[in-house]
């Protein structure tokens, strides 16, 4: 483990050859802290939303209003995570990570803790895995202006604030998981999976 600032810190697992700004889709997993059901649950192989999970469901769809360069594929709230692709398309817009439902700030939110262990994606080796960031500490290592990074972390504080009203203790994992879409079959094999997520529940890794 390094050092940064004379402190240890867990290296980031994100393509360091890779601009997230750059205009491509990709392949999104948030999960809630400790995998926490804080969305709902999965009844009849189909997904009935809390309140939480609404808002989740809700803020996702808002991204575009507030990142005009962002257009969003299939998605999916589950009980402890959420699955989307979003396309970074014509990224001439150069939003800050503030500019988010209700104008949230998300440096202004408590920092996340770390959970011990953070899910491994499902996909083969031939995709590109990489992981944000952690959430501790962002106001100095900030994302990058239009970038994946900055939609994310903007979509998980505005679910947080108003999440936090219903469940002062709700938290996201301190890190998200993207992957690279590279070709058509790909992007269709993801697609397929996220829409395929409520009926296969009871096999889901994610499924404490």
């Known amino acids: 483990m390094k050092k940064f600032q ?3 810190r867990i290296p980031s697992a994100r393509a360091v050859w890779w601009n997230y700004s750059n205009e ?5 997993t948030i999960c809630t802290y400790c995998k926490l059901l804080s969305f709902g649950a999965i009844a009849n192989q189909e997904m009935e939303l809390s309140e939480i999970g609404k808002l989740a469901h809700q803020f996702w769809y808002e991204i575009p209003k507030h990142f005009s360069f962002a257009k969003l594929h299939a998605f999916v709230v589950m009980p402890n995570h959420v699955h989307g692709i979003i396309e970074i398309s014509n990224n001439v817009e150069t939003l800050h990570a503030t500019s988010v439902p209700n104008e949230i700030d998300a440096t202004s939110l408590p920092n996340e803790m ?13 995709v590109q895995h990489a992981t944000s960031l952690p959430d501790k500490n962002k106001a100095a290592i900030s994302p990058k ?23 002062p203790d709700f938290m996201w994992q301190s890190r998200f998981h993207d992957h690279i879409i590279r070709d058509d079959q790909e992007y269709h094999r993801i697609v397929n999976y996220i829409n395929d997520n409520p009926q296969k529940w009871e096999e889901d890794k994610y499924n404490p």
């Open 6 to 8: 004379n402190k240890y």
């Open 145 to 167: 202006r239009g970038s994946l990074a900055s939609i994310i972390r903007s979509y998980k504080a505005a679910v947080t604030k108003d999440a936090r009203f219903i469940d």
């Open 114 to 126: 770390d959970a011990t262990s953070v899910p491994n994606e499902m996909h083969s080796t031939s």
């Open 24 to 28: 491509g889709l990709y392949f999104v």
